[in-house]
């Protein structure tokens, strides 16, 4: 995102730009919250961020400004810088070892504070950074007045940093004096109702900085004597850079010019907010030193230390690692496409045998509810099974009968005979037939007993304990004059199970009869012995 709002911070006020930070940094709005007037601020700490964050909110908004990503500079009192020195270690392992030195010469617990570090120009063997800790309360405090505003906090830095960026943006855009040569050191002078800052920078970097107190401020023979002491410990840190001149975040002020006199090196004061924000008064424009320096930096991408988002240790990639992620990607892809095609298997199995299970359970409800109509149906079979169609047994009997006319039934008597109580068939006969017979002679009734005999062709019998008994002459009678009695039990019989054809010669009745064209007597009626009944 180009868009920030850039927000310096002390205790006796706030002073925010707003603009872009792509490719070189452009302001569009300033913002002056002071601790004076009928709105004071008030100092930021835990209890008071949420209120500060939401006034914060209600000012941007009343100066127009749009919400953005925030960048916050805090002082230099705020912040502990350590110098450190260490022999080369792989980037991976240097903010580790950054961490432990810097923490092993602190009184702070490591809990209890955030930690970020800027590498400083070193020679061949060692290194060198500059390792800079901010109480983690005082960054809890920002971010969460931040998160009060409704804004995203993108970098907390100290101060002499941010002026750093905005001095060498000011000497890009040639705002004021460039020193002679690139490489010389310079030093840059902040200053507010709170105190000020001394910071020597050289390259972009900074090498030394230290905080001016309040008190020294109120005394010009104090504040040069204070700038001397720092240029004095710098000058014996680093002898081989010293200090080429001196600038001053001011406007409409003569410190530089005094100050001049007194140091005996160039002294340049500079506007932070140069060729913008013409409605920030004069007096105010050289607080916004840290603001428009943050903004400058982020830009220029330039600012080396952000609490926000501090260096951390980087592990090492194994190249090995690599390989086996992919080979571990492909097998967890290969064993999820065979888990999916599985599960669609079991899930068609499944849907099948809730299928199977439906159609089971319903022909078992099926079978349930016609139980009894199969019962009274297996019944009917097993009565039907035990019916004796007589029609049809008339009609064998007829042709049974000898042509010559022989014999003559005198009566018939059938009888249906119970099942038995165990309910097995046994076919030893299902009805019980009873003949009695008139005969011209024995053998001829013998002949009709043959004729039932051998229709008992089929392994199931039709005709069971068939037996002829002689009874003798029928009083009476004269020319059928053999009595006998034929009594068999009867099996029952499909109807395509009755195969023969009888085919009658019908008898002409002109007062005599004839049989096969030979004449008869005239016929007698003889009482018969028993009525022919049918059951």
């Not at 009565?383 to 009968?401: F, G, N, P, S, T």
């Not at 099942?419 to 053998?443: E, F």
Request: hydrophobic share 40%; net charge positive; aromatic share 6%.
């Amino acid at each position: 995102m180009s868009n920030f709002i850039a927000i310096d911070l002390d205790a006796q006020g706030l002073y925010a730009v707003a603009g872009g930070a792509r490719g070189s940094a452009k302001i569009t709005h300033a913002l002056v919250w002071t601790a004076d007037g009928d709105d004071p601020l008030p100092a930021l700490t835990a209890e008071t961020a949420k209120a500060v964050g939401e006034k914060l909110r209600d000012r941007l908004k009343a100066a127009n400004v749009p919400p953005a990503p925030v960048l916050v500079a805090v002082g230099r009192d705020r912040v502990i810088l350590k110098e450190l020195k260490y022999p080369p270690v792989p980037p991976t392992e240097e903010p580790a070892l950054v961490r432990f030195q810097a923490m092993k010469e602190m009184s702070e617990s490591p809990e209890e504070v955030v930690l970020d570090y800027a590498p400083l120009a070193s020679a061949p063997g060692e290194r060198r950074s500059m390792a800079v800790v901010l109480r983690k309360d005082q960054y809890n405090a920002i971010q969460a007045m931040c998160q009060a505003a409704g804004l995203k906090l993108a970098g907390v830095t100290p101060r002499p940093y941010a002026t750093a960026a905005g001095l060498t943006r000011a000497f890009a855009a040639e705002t004021t004096p460039a020193p002679a040569d690139k490489g010389d050191a310079v030093g840059a002078l902040t200053f507010g109702p709170a105190g000020g800052e001394f910071a020597v920078i050289r390259r972009g970097e900074v090498s030394f900085t230290l905080a001016i107190p309040a008190p020294v401020l109120a005394s010009e023979t104090m504040l040069v004597a204070q700038i001397r002491r720092n240029l004095a410990v710098y000058a014996g840190q680093y002898p081989a850079h010293p200090v080429q001149a001196i600038y001053v975040a001011e406007v409409g002020g003569d410190r530089a010019e005094r100050l001049k006199t007194a140091l005996g090196v160039p002294v340049h004061a500079y506007d932070p907010l140069a060729g913008a924000a013409p409605d920030i008064a004069e007096p105010l424009r050289g607080r916004f030193a840290g603001a428009a320096g943050l903004l400058a930096g982020r830009a220029a991408d330039s600012l080396p230390i952000n609490f926000a988002s501090p260096r951390q240790p980087v592990v090492a990639k194994d190249p090995a690692r690599r390989t086996l992620a992919l080979v571990g990607l492909i097998a967890l892809l290969l064993l999820l496409a065979g888990g999916a095609a599985g599960w669609a298997v079991v899930s068609k199995a499944n849907a099948g045998v809730r299928n199977l299970t439906a159609k089971r359970d319903q022909l078992k409800n099926d079978l349930t509810a016609g139980t009894p109509d199969a019962t009274r149906l297996k019944a009917i079979e097993a009565w039907q099974k035990r019916e004796i169609v007589w029609l049809d047994e008339l009609y064998d009997l007829a042709d049974r009968m000898p042509q010559d006319d022989s014999v003559r039934v005198a009566s018939l008597t059938a009888t249906q005979l119970p099942p038995p109580k165990d309910g097995k068939d046994k076919g030893d006969g299902h009805a019980k037939l009873d003949l009695k017979l008139a005969a011209t002679s024995n053998s001829a009734a013998s002949n009709l007993m043959s004729a039932f005999v051998k229709d008992n062709t089929v392994p199931n019998k039709y005709f069971v304990g068939a037996n002829l008994t002689l009874t003798g002459p029928i009083p009476g009678a004269t020319r059928h004059k053999d009595g006998a009695n034929l009594v068999a039990r009867v099996n029952h019989r499909e109807p395509p199970e009755y195969g023969r054809e009888y085919r009658f010669t019908p008898l002409k009745r002109s007062g005599s009869g004839t049989t096969g064209g030979t004449p008869l007597p005239p016929a007698k009626v003889e009482p018969a012995p028993a009525t022919t009944e049918k059951k």
